[in-house]
């Protein structure tokens, strides 16, 4: 039997957006969604329970986080990240590729920030995978294809991702080739144990853990070359899900345009599915029954803005991640479409004596009837309660924008819809 | 009408301790309860509603931290403390008295652990009140017994105390005297405007805000003489309820002797009202109607360990506060009847790998299933969902404690309950 399935159901008459269904073992993710980042095992300041209320459908773990600490052995004794977090929904952990980089300072210039001076924390770079030191306490660790699939098994995902180097922007076309290669060698060998490890887990019986389903991811940096590359090798390898990742350039557009060059391959197999999927939809709500090879999910790395999300969604993308909308409420930032720049800064002196409410159209009742003058209140006395506010609010904002995403594809209603969330 | 009355419902065949129902314009508290710190206007680290879903019946504020920021004029703006926590139920302030000389260092002093060196915040007290810096910004505030009740009048708590000085251990007889002498004329001064106050809002017809009660404080320090003197005189005023605060010597059992002194005074009047209604009642649960005057509630500021509540509940006491459930939950400690000091450290390496529940006994569901491990891995991982989960558990454990209690009374079981919360 197999748990998992991804079904298109609608299409946008006027891009590649599509409205789909993801099935796993622990639920349906309606597509497209937003996959929030419970990090180290938990959202920052909400509880699972507040999470799901938000409307959220999926979250996110980061197996470089959990593998230091607590130790994927330890998450698998306290009955892996479903169990021990009490997230009964579909769950996705990354491979730890991107933080083994992200964390000595890439990160910033993975998304073209320019290059941080924080410590060199990996170690090397081989054909078996990467040693890189920990940011807790500077211990040595090897992650290598098996091992980030085997720790993920620990960690008990339903949607786990492949095991990959995130160039940056100043790697050479030289460099990010032969990484690309290496890459793919290590996408091979994530296949082949993640099989092995089904296998092992069939052969368990009664006892057997829900299966889990596995995403190759696109790298190739700001290449066109090794992006198409990069995005038929995965299409053509038996993957369940697409990711796309590593380094977005410069701007935003350049995001897009990188998007679009792998856009015929993102769907699954060189026949593009996916596109062939929606080019006989034109708005319907029937399932679709795609002539080619089945629809793969896609799914976007690390992108969570609002102006994203639009532009994404547009390029075919199912699924997105981000730390932002949790991040931003942490810091004080209501997400808030409409308003210039599409939150409000609680922290602001404007808001102090302010009586509207957080929400004035009162979307998600549990946070939105707070005045923004008592949040202010909470964020300038540091106390947690306004970080807990802000994050489900935010969470909330989220779910409700991939809800009318959602609604609106079928309708050719995204550009309207865009207008409405994103002030000129 | 008179929205507040109290009421004793049944009463301890082998003590002080009683039973009862102190009734609110924001609802019923049943007695013996807890009061949980919302110091700054939001309980640590738990919403409201979890609040509430813990078992809580009524929080408290403090005026002096609430003056300061967000200011008293700007809590009555967002509606009042009720309107702008989103708390329900019944809420008290204090009169700011205790933390004008407690922020200075005179906390730990206050409470028999000798003298810290933190900056003298006081400017000068006199007969007008007590001049002091503000330890957000150094401004200097004047806070009287007028201002004090003005303040308790915009922040909108249903309960409200009488400004009073907080003499310290070190505080000689004479001074302590002088002091309490000062103290009840300021009492006088408080009901005064209490009663000015209640006759404007009346005033104001359908606009009213709802009436608010006021406290009476016993003062007195170590000194039974004072204690007596101030006991006799706040029991011979027209207050709603007492309180008993200030100095509580160098050891608990000092406190337990004050609390005796002042007992046959505590519940209103010098007939002693509370001990003559119990003597009738013998662990009947009918409506006692005591011969004398009515009896009043007795509150016990700052106290709330478990051994605590216990001794001062079979001195009469009806209501406790006391940062220490939630604060114990911020530090990483779970309260647990039963093990040794009362509570586990979260923090301590041995529950990394531990499987059990937080309460095997699954008290409270939300929080009870979280395995220690987990809780552990969130306190190292400073997650705020640790912070959370503690401080639920813990005001969940003090209301768990409260019914208890209250449900032992009638029937004379309240060693037998102190022994399976106490180990020994």
Redesign the interface.
């Known amino acids: 039997m197999n748990r998992f399935s991804f079904t298109l159901l609608s299409a946008d008459p006027r891009s590649r957006a599509r409205a789909g269904r993801l099935v796993t073992p622990h639920g349906v993710i309606d597509t497209p969604n937003f996959v929030f980042c419970a990090t180290?095992?938990?959202?920052?300041?909400?509880?699972m329970?507040a999470t799901r209320r938000a409307g959220a459908g999926v979250i996110l773990a980061n197996t470089y986080h959990l593998m230091l600490?607590?130790g994927a052995e330890?998450v698998a004794?306290?009955?892996g990240l479903h169990r021990?977090?009490?997230w009964p929904g579909p769950l996705l952990t990354d491979s730890g590729g991107y933080q083994v980089f992200s964390m000595q300072g890439a990160g910033d210039e993975l998304q073209g920030k320019g290059q941080k001076a924080r410590p060199n924390t990996v170690r090397d770079i081989s054909e078996d995978g990467v040693r890189f030191r920990s940011y807790l306490d500077g211990g040595e660790h090897l992650l290598t294809p098996e091992s980030s699939m085997r720790i993920q098994r620990a960690l008990g995902a339903d949607l786990v991702m492949a095991f990959d180097e995130c160039t940056a922007l100043h790697h050479s076309h030289d460099y990010t080739a032969r990484s690309l290669s290496r890459t793919h060698r290590w996408a091979l060998r994530c296949l082949e144990e993640q099989e092995r490890l089904e296998r092992q887990r069939r052969d368990m019986g009664d006892a057997a853990p829900h299966p889990q389903a596995l995403y190759g991811i696109i790298q190739g940096g700001v290449f066109r070359d090794l992006r198409e590359e990069a995005a038929q090798f995965i299409a053509s390898r038996p993957f369940f899900g697409t990711a796309f990742g590593g380094c977005y350039g410069k701007t935003k557009d350049d995001l897009y345009e990188m998007l679009e060059w792998a856009a015929p391959y993102l769907s699954g197999s060189e026949n593009a599915a996916g596109s062939k999927g929606s080019e006989g939809s034109k708005g319907s709500q029937r399932v679709l029954d795609p002539p080619g090879p089945r629809p793969r999910p896609v799914h976007l790395l690390g992108v969570g803005d609002i102006d994203d999300i639009f532009r994404g969604v547009r390029c075919g993308v199912d699924t997105f991640d981000c730390v932002q909308p949790t991040r931003l409420g942490r810091h004080g930032f209501a997400l808030m479409p409409g308003q210039k720049g599409g939150r409000l800064n609680l922290r602001n002196a404007r808001h102090?004596?302010d009586?509207t409410p957080l929400d004035p159209e009162n979307h998600h009742p549990?946070t939105a009837?707070?005045?923004r003058?008592?949040i202010?209140?909470?964020i300038?006395?540091e106390?947690?309660?306004?970080?807990?506010?802000l994050v489900e609010h935010n969470v909330a904002v989220m779910t409700r924008l991939m809800r009318e995403i959602r609604a609106a594809i079928p309708e050719g209603g995204l550009d309207a819809l865009e207008k409405r969330w994103i002030a000129a």
Do not use: D, V
């Open positions: 180290k095992g938990a959202i920052k300041g909400l509880s329970e600490r607590p330890t004794r306290l009955g021990m977090t009490g102090a004596q009586t549990p009837g707070f005045a003058g008592y202010h209140h909470l300038k006395s106390e947690l309660l306004g970080i807990q506010i």
